[in-house]
């Protein structure tokens, strides 16, 4: 009977084991409101944007999709009946909760159960303020040009450069402050890519060896290795 027992135990712990290896994701949705339709958990692979599952409901607003990955990366859910509408997330091991509103659907989503998609919406936060200054400029100076005001476009695209340089500061001070964590290379790559390429190698020399082996850790490697062999 012992012996039956230990194998038993030595069964679950490989099963155990084996799951922990291949990295499941399980998203728990809600989208209220939305009563019959089809649901897509989507990524991309290289370059194309591919479902890697989907459910369809009828009667019901709550799914679950799952995926196996082998480090964090960005998701995204799609409809059916929204097709130019996305809820974006940094999806990673374990169990996440996504609730939305159909009439909202991408605006109104809330993401709980990742620890890299808590610090995305944090470097989101600070970083619409620069966009939308940014905007801003970009009205001032149509303004400027329309009147001829060569002064004050000149002005203008100089307090542009600053913010942008600043913008760039940020993005490389937020990466440097969660250098352990898979967001670093991602806003690297997504924010920092026309920047000084000291910048870039700045954040990746901050990585932690397990975030430079992550997808987004080892894409930006191979990135920065691109630009010095075009320089």
Do not use: H
Not at 15 to 39: E, F
Not at 179 to 199: G, H, Q, S, V
Request: charged share 30%; aromatic share 10%.
């Amino acid at each position: 009977m012992k012996k039956i027992f230990s194998s038993l135990f030595i069964i679950t712990l490989l099963i155990s084991c084996s799951k922990n290896k291949t990295g499941s994701m399980v998203v728990n949705g809600n989208i209220d409101g939305l009563k019959k339709g089809t649901v897509y958990l989507q990524k991309y692979k290289d370059t194309l944007l591919v479902s890697v599952d989907s459910v369809q409901l009828n009667g019901l607003n709550t799914f679950v999709l799952v995926d196996e990955l082998e480090s964090p990366e960005i998701y995204f859910i799609t409809l059916d009946k929204k097709a130019d509408e996305r809820i974006t997330f940094f999806g990673e091991k374990g169990e996440l909760t996504v609730n939305s509103k159909l009439d909202k659907f991408s605006t109104s989503a809330k993401i709980t159960g990742s620890k890299n998609q808590e610090k995305l919406e944090e470097f989101n936060d600070i970083y619409r303020q620069f966009n939308s200054k940014q905007l801003d400029f970009i009205k001032e100076k149509f303004e400027a040009t329309k009147i001829n005001d060569t002064a004050a476009l000149s002005n203008i695209e100089k307090n542009e450069a600053n913010l942008i340089k600043r913008k760039y500061y940020y993005t490389t001070n937020f990466s440097i402050q969660n250098a352990d964590k898979e967001i670093a290379p991602y806003i690297a790559l997504t924010e920092l890519y026309n920047a000084n390429i000291k910048l870039l190698d700045t954040v990746n020399n901050s990585l932690t060896n397990e975030i430079k082996a992550s997808k987004y850790g080892v894409e930006l490697e191979k990135f920065i290795n691109d630009i010095r062999k075009k320089e």
